[in-house]
C-alpha cells in the first residue's frame, strides 16, 4: 500500500515568514492532494496536483510535484495566522482511495 | 463542488451502545466513503460505499462493526456499533464527483464514547 511521509510534523513560524511542507511517497503519485484541517473541523482542499514537474498557485499557497511524482511541497509565502491549522498530503489511485500522510502543524504567531 | 451536510457535529455516547452518523450530498455522485482520524492521528479509510451495492471495507474494518447504508445516489450513514472508549473519534464522510477539483468532506463527527 501507498505510504506518504510528511516533514515536518510541526512547524512554528512568525507572521510574514516563508515556509514549505514536504509530503514523500513510497510509490509514484498517480494524484496527489493537499488539504487544510481547522482543529476537529473538516478537510479545505487547497490544490491537486498529477502531471511530473506540475505547480499550482491559490493566493499565497503554493504545491509543486517533482518530475518523478514521488514527491511534494506546499509553500506559503508571507504566512499569516489564517494560514494555521494542520496541513495534510493524501493520494489517490485509480481505485479513487485516499491515503494521507500524517500531518503538519503549523502556528503563525502575529 | 458538492456539499456534504452531515450529522450530528458531536455525540457523548455509553460504551456498548451505537451511533448512526448520516452525510447528505447537495448532488448524486457514485461513490461514497467514510473515513476515522484518532486522536492526534491522520484519516483512516473505513469504507467506500456505492448505491445499490454492498459497501467495500479496507483492512481491519468490519461490517458488523460499522454497518453502511447506501439508499439512494445522495446519501449514506455510518454506524458505529457496540462501542467501546477505543472508538472515540472523528468520522468524516467524503465523495469526489470530480476527482481533479478534489475530494470534497463532511465537516465531520466528533464521537466520545465513555
Known amino acids: 500500500s501507498q505510504e506518504l511521509e510528511q516533514s515536518p510534523q510541526s512547524l512554528i513560524v512568525q507572521e510574514g515568514k516563508n515556509l514549505t511542507i514536504n509530503c514523500t511517497s513510497s510509490?509514484?503519485?498517480?494524484?496527489l492532494y493537499w488539504y487544510k484541517q481547522k482543529y476537529g473541523e473538516g478537510l479545505i482542499f487547497l490544490m491537486m496536483?498529477?502531471?511530473?514537474?506540475e505547480e499550482k498557485s491559490h493566493e499565497k499557497i503554493t504545491a509543486k510535484l517533482d518530475e518523478k511524482k514521488q514527491q511534494s511541497s506546499l509553500h506559503i509565502t508571507a504566512s499569516q495566522p489564517s494560514h494555521a491549522g494542520i496541513y495534510l498530503c493524501?493520494?489517490?489511485?485509480?481505485?479513487?482511495?485516499?491515503?494521507f500522510g500524517k500531518g503538519t502543524l503549523l502556528t503563525v504567531n502575529p | 463542488s458538492a456539499v456534504i451536510s452531515q450529522k450530528p457535529s458531536r455525540d457523548i455516547c455509553q460504551r456498548g451502545t451505537s451511533l448512526t452518523i448520516q452525510c447528505q450530498v447537495d448532488?448524486?455522485?457514485?461513490?461514497m466513503f467514510w473515513y476515522r482520524q484518532q486522536p492526534g492521528q491522520s484519516l483512516t479509510l473505513i469504507a467506500t460505499?456505492?448505491?445499490?451495492?454492498?459497501?467495500?471495507?479496507e483492512s481491519g474494518f468490519v461490517i458488523d462493526k460499522f454497518p453502511i447504508s447506501r439508499p439512494n445516489l445522495t446519501f449514506s450513514t455510518l454506524t458505529v456499533s457496540n462501542m467501546s472508549p477505543e472508538d472515540s473519534s472523528i468520522y468524516l464522510c467524503?465523495?469526489?464527483?470530480?476527482?481533479?477539483?478534489?475530494?470534497?468532506f463532511g465537516s465531520g463527527t466528533r464521537l466520545t464514547v465513555v
Open positions: 510509490k509514484t503519485l498517480y494524484g
Open positions: 496536483l498529477q502531471k511530473g514537474g
Open positions: 448532488s448524486q455522485v457514485t461513490m
Open positions: 467524503s465523495v469526489a464527483p470530480q476527482r481533479t477539483k478534489g475530494y470534497t
Open positions: 493524501g493520494a489517490d489511485g485509480r481505485n479513487y482511495k485516499l491515503t
Open positions: 460505499a456505492n448505491q445499490g451495492s454492498e459497501a467495500t471495507y
